[in-house]
């Protein structure tokens, strides 16, 4: 009787013994899962902040790209606008603004009412009769200066007292403007102001006094011989 207390005394002890270690096996398997699951969350918040800072990235290029992209299509606009204007130039320049040996500028495309200051568009035709001129390296130049038959207004007259002035200060600008931005020998330029004295049309309407305000460039005579 008394083994067989002990026997399943010991039995009892060796059950409680092994289901003690498999507890304790179990115990350190969950901590092991729970440290992996820490290490987890850890990396997957690294990587959502990694993620963040990308589509920030994304979105900062994204508006970089578009402005460029804004800034080329305006700037190509620019350079479509601006080639047509040299081609309307061209144009008006070979459809009969060269007459023999006179180039004539019209007053409205080189400056403003009451104004000798070069307009952006009249130095672009100067820029391209420029061309023109430079076929003839050894010709003198003269610039005439030449108005409408109407006086100059009163907020002008403190300016220039009348058409002759007016005239001839916008045949020295260009003068000036070709010495400088052309590189024409000033040996070769003159200018002189016609005011209204030497019309192409009568003065009858607005339209036939535009036609006579106007700069015209004369290629002259041969004053020197070429550099060779």
């Not at 007459?99 to 820029?127: C, H, M, Q, W, Y």
Request: hydrophobic share 35%.
């Amino acid at each position: 009787m008394k083994i067989k207390t002990i026997s399943h005394l010991i039995l009892s002890s060796l059950v409680i013994l092994g289901l003690t270690n498999c507890a304790g096996s179990n115990q350190d398997l969950v901590q092991e899962q729970d440290a992996e699951l820490v290490k987890l969350r850890g990396d997957l918040e690294t990587l959502d902040g990694q993620l963040k800072a990308e589509k920030n990235l994304v979105k900062q290029l994204e508006q970089a790209k578009s402005e460029l992209t804004q800034k080329l299509d305006t700037e190509q606009l620019k350079r479509i606008r601006k080639q047509a204007q040299v081609d309307s130039l061209q144009k008006a320049i070979e459809a009969g603004s060269v007459i023999g040996n006179r180039i004539s500028l019209p007053n409205a495309v080189l400056f403003k009412s009451g104004s000798a200051d070069l307009t952006e568009r009249g130095k672009v035709f100067i820029d391209k009769v420029g061309e023109t001129l430079a076929r003839y390296p050894n010709r003198e130049i003269m610039i005439e200066g030449h108005s409408d038959n109407v006086p100059i207004g009163k907020k002008y007259r403190w300016k220039y007292l009348s058409n002759w002035e007016l005239s001839s200060a916008r045949a020295l600008v260009v003068l000036h403007y070709l010495e400088e931005k052309q590189n024409i020998n000033p040996k070769r330029l003159g200018a002189v102001a016609y005011g209204e004295e030497r019309p192409l049309v009568n003065n009858l309407d607005p339209q036939s006094r535009a036609k006579n305000r106007r700069v015209e460039i004369v290629i002259g005579q041969v004053i020197e011989k070429p550099s060779n």
